[in-house]
Structures are given as structure tokens and as C-alpha cells.
């Protein structure tokens, strides 16, 4: 089969059979110029999109293969006819070890055979690191820089970015910005940003640009290249957890102005292990609705405990979305499971139908009502100051109880619908560590001791 003949989208969607049919009598070169062609090897989620966009912002954690993506998109964009291309990167150092000399980098990509469309000679770039600059044979040229060195980039003109680990920035806006003003070359000059995202103003901005389009993809997307331990390791180590949901799931978490709980402080409260409980309790915040999966609020569940060393651990979020026989069951079974001392739920709000619902699936649960005489906030602060101590630690991860957390306020909750889980989670660590000083907390009356 001639070499020009390559119909990889035809090829792709043949049956396996033919396929492999074909696939054995490429000789060397057509095998070596099909290995080298990107739009036969890549993931779906690793071309870029179609449209009429000005940056297409890749969003992808650890190892997705965000660099491949990165050199490949240049190399394609070079056989369209760029000609003057920017690429930058968090430090000199990240330039040159990633983009240009890494295992994924320009230099690994490129390749003797590679032509423009135009039938152009290409093959692989000169590079002259003194002058920080990659030359391929037709004039093409693409030049390095720094983010640490934003005024570099005054002057420089390019028709096509490359902009890697663009959240990782030291001087993100103003680079961004210097970028920006000298992308003017060419009728359709285009960005390319690969980056793990971070909570970052600039980002946010660039996400918002109605003329990015945004590619978002997980380490596990690539995980036929990686290797099984440390997928194993990193699925252990982070998956759930607030660090792992950024740089593994590539998610933009954020924390909220004025929030009780930040980020940082939940990062610092877990834990893996816990020691011996001196009490235990269940808190079940009741939603008022009757349990449909597709409206109303989930029921908060949570289970805490109290060390031996006196700290308070949240070891469970049980929360869910169910009927009163189906949450009540939930509920009981953290009960038994945990060897809880109690269940506890709040009596202003459906308190009475909650004992109704924890006697009906479990008459010998140890239950008590609990009232309060202030509000949400009043009642979340105290607690939030035990995590500024350290006083309270998290088991593993519980990335839907934190994400509600920090979205508290002092000024109220600013998440999606109820703060269902916060509330449980105040109720059994009140329950815990702040009974006894908390005179406005008023204790209901205990319907069963164990």
C-alpha cells in the first residue's frame, strides 16, 4: 500500500480483521510514518477540537499525557504553516527538560519523515539552547521562555502558543498578558494551554473567555502508559482527597472568601489511621422531604468519634438520598458498625420523625434529641475553631463533606442546595467536643441509654 494512501479515520473504523489485514503488509517506512502520526495514535480527548477558537485549554491531571499533547499540537500546527511559535513554560529549566528535551517533548515527537502539508521538508528541529530556540528545516522557529521572566516576552511576536503548566506560573497574570499582546502573526493565530489546574484568578478568567474551548481529562484516561504501581500507589495515597480530585481528576477547587473551613486546614486534619475511641456518636440531619433521589435535600449522616488522645475524628459521611426506611437503615447500620454510644439528631427540624424512623428500624439504638437556640452559623463556627487547633482530624477522604464545607460562610452557606453533611458533621462533633461549652446548646431528652 503506497504511503500516501493512509486513510486513518477509514482504517480506525474497519473491522479488526480487515484491519489487521492491512496493518500486515505496511512495509517498515509505512509502519514508521503511521507510528509517528498523531491522529492515529492519539486519545480522542488528546486532538484538538474543531471550531473557530483562539485557546483550546487543556485541563488534565498527573500523566494524562498533557505534554504529548502539548508537542504534538505544535508539530501538527508546523505542518499547517506556523512558523513563529512561543513556548512557555513555569521555569527556563521546565522549557527545556518538558517541552524540548523531555521523553514527550518536541525533540521525542519530531521526526525525520515529518513534511508539511504543503509537501515541505520539516524533519526534526536544531536546537541551540544558548539561544533558547528550536529551528526546523523550512524556517520555522519556536522560542523559549520563561514565566519568571514576564518582560521576555515584550517584543516577540508568534502566530501559534504553547503554554505549559500554566496554573504552576510564578507571574501568571502578567506573563499571560505579555503573551497575549504579541500573539498577532498569521490570519489565525492559536493557543494551546496544558496545565493541572489550581485555584488561580487568571485561569478562571481564561476559562470564562468565550473564545476558549476547554479539553478536561484524568491520569486514569492514560492509564494503558503508566505504571500499575504507581497508579495503585497514587489511587491509595489520593484518590477522594481534596490534593488527589486537583492534580489526579484535574478538578478546579476553590476556596471561598470567608469560608470557615479552607482547603489547607482539611488537607492538614487528615488522617489514615485513628486511635481508640472513647465515645463514639451517629448525627443524622434530617432533610424534611420525602427521600426522592431526583429532588429535595440528602439526609446528613455522619459519624465522629473521640480519641483517647482527646481529638475528635470524623471517621464516615453516610449521607444519601433515600426513603426514611432506606436512610434510617443507613443510619443504624453506622450505628453497629462504628459500635457508636449514640445516635443524634436535631429536634427542631423533623426530630420526632427521625426517633420515629431510628425506633421502627432499630428499637434498641441509643437515641437522643438535641436542640438548638442559634442559627447554622452560630453553631459552625465553634466547631471550625477546633479544626484551626488540630483538635479535629478527618479518616481517609470525604470529598463531599469538605466541598460543603468550604463553601460555609459567617455570612451562610454558598454552595448548591443544603448543607446537609456540614450540619451533621456540627451535630456529632457539638455532640463530642463542645457540650459541656456550649450553655445555649440545650440537650432534649434522652429516649434510651445503652
Not at 517541552?99 to 541551540?128: F, H
Request: net charge neutral.
Amino acid at each position: 500500500m503506497p504511503e500516501a494512501s493512509f486513510n486513518l479515520s477509514s482504517l480506525a473504523s474497519l473491522p479488526p480483521h480487515q484491519r489487521d489485514a492491512i496493518l500486515a503488509r505496511l512495509t517498515d517506512k509505512e509502519c514508521q510514518a503511521l507510528l509517528h502520526d498523531w491522529q492515529f495514535v492519539a486519545r480522542p480527548n488528546q486532538l484538538p477540537p474543531d471550531g473557530d477558537w483562539l485557546i483550546w485549554l487543556i485541563l488534565a491531571g498527573r500523566g494524562f499525557g498533557k505534554t504529548r499533547t502539548g508537542a504534538e499540537w505544535v508539530r501538527e500546527q508546523l505542518k499547517a504553516g506556523a512558523s513563529r511559535l512561543g513556548l512557555i513554560a513555569p521555569t527556563a529549566s521546565d522549557a527545556r527538560d518538558v517541552m524540548v528535551e523531555g521523553e514527550s517533548g518536541l525533540l521525542a515527537v519530531c521526526w525525520a519523515g515529518d513534511r508539511t502539508n504543503k509537501g515541505e521538508i520539516l524533519g526534526r528541529p536544531q536546537y541551540e539552547p544558548s539561544k533558547r530556540r528550536l529551528t526546523w528545516a523550512n524556517g520555522a522557529m519556536a522560542t523559549l521562555f520563561s514565566a519568571e521572566e514576564p518582560e521576555r516576552l515584550r517584543g516577540p511576536q508568534h502566530d501559534r502558543l504553547w503554554c505549559d503548566e500554566l496554573a504552576a506560573w510564578k507571574h501568571l497574570s502578567e506573563t499571560w498578558d505579555m503573551a497575549m499582546f504579541g500573539l498577532r502573526l498569521g490570519s489565525r493565530p492559536r493557543t494551546c494551554i496544558t496545565t493541572t489546574p489550581k485555584p488561580k484568578a487568571a485561569l478562571r478568567k481564561i476559562i470564562a473567555d468565550t473564545r476558549t474551548v476547554i479539553t478536561r481529562g484524568s491520569t486514569f484516561d492514560n492509564a494503558g502508559n503508566l505504571a500499575p504501581e504507581f497508579l495503585q500507589a497514587v489511587k491509595e495515597k489520593y484518590e477522594g482527597t481534596r490534593l488527589g480530585r486537583q492534580e489526579l481528576n484535574a478538578e478546579m477547587l476553590d476556596d471561598v472568601p470567608g469560608a470557615l473551613w479552607t482547603a489547607a486546614m482539611l488537607e492538614a486534619a487528615r488522617v489514615s489511621a485513628v486511635p481508640d475511641m472513647q465515645r463514639v456518636v451517629v448525627a443524622i440531619d434530617p432533610s424534611g422531604t420525602k427521600g426522592q433521589e431526583d429532588r429535595g435535600d440528602s439526609v446528613g449522616i455522619v459519624v465522629a468519634g473521640k480519641g483517647v488522645d482527646g481529638l475528635a475524628y470524623v471517621l464516615a459521611d453516610r449521607t444519601c438520598k433515600l426513603s426514611p426506611d432506606g436512610w434510617g437503615r443507613r443510619a443504624t447500620a453506622a450505628y453497629r458498625e462504628f459500635k457508636a454510644d449514640r445516635i443524634v439528631a436535631e429536634r427542631n427540624f423533623g426530630g420526632a420523625m427521625v426517633e420515629h424512623v431510628i425506633r421502627t428500624v432499630d428499637p434498641t439504638a441509643s437515641y437522643r434529641e438535641v436542640t438548638a437556640s442559634r442559627g447554622k452559623v452560630a453553631r459552625a463556627e465553634p466547631v471550625a475553631a477546633l479544626y484551626e487547633q488540630g483538635r479535629v482530624k478527618h479518616l481517609a477522604a470525604m470529598s463531599d463533606l469538605e466541598d460543603q464545607m468550604t463553601g460555609f460562610t459567617a455570612d451562610g452557606y454558598v454552595g448548591e442546595g443544603s448543607p446537609d453533611r456540614v450540619d451533621a458533621a456540627v451535630w456529632a462533633l457539638t455532640e463530642l467536643m463542645l457540650k459541656d461549652e456550649a450553655p445555649t446548646l440545650q440537650v432534649g431528652r434522652q429516649i434510651m441509654r445503652r
